[in-house]
């Protein structure tokens, strides 16, 4: 692989992964706290927080406090703008975006 290409392969990685989707579908409808996630979806807390982290650092949702809780909500993305591009188009779109964020490893 050249040097300087970009790697949109991590950012389908991130979504290559049947609960993630599931969480992305679910704040498609709407924002979610993770204890509604965890309920909707029937997974584990830890499962649930895990994969949300991951969806974060890839720019894919955000989270904003209230009150106690913190709750999800999905960014606009691949996922959501629909101008009719095609998939690469749109990824290059995320990766333009989030460059530096999306492939951060820590
Ligand atoms: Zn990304």
Redesign the pocket.
Known sequence: MKADSTPYH??LD?LGNPLRIEIIKELKKGPKSVGELTKVLGEEQSKVSHSLATLKK???VDSNRDGKKIVYSLRETLLQNNKGEDLFEALEI??KE?KGK?WRRD
């Open positions: 991590l950012c991130v890839c720019c894919f995320h990766a989030h999306c």
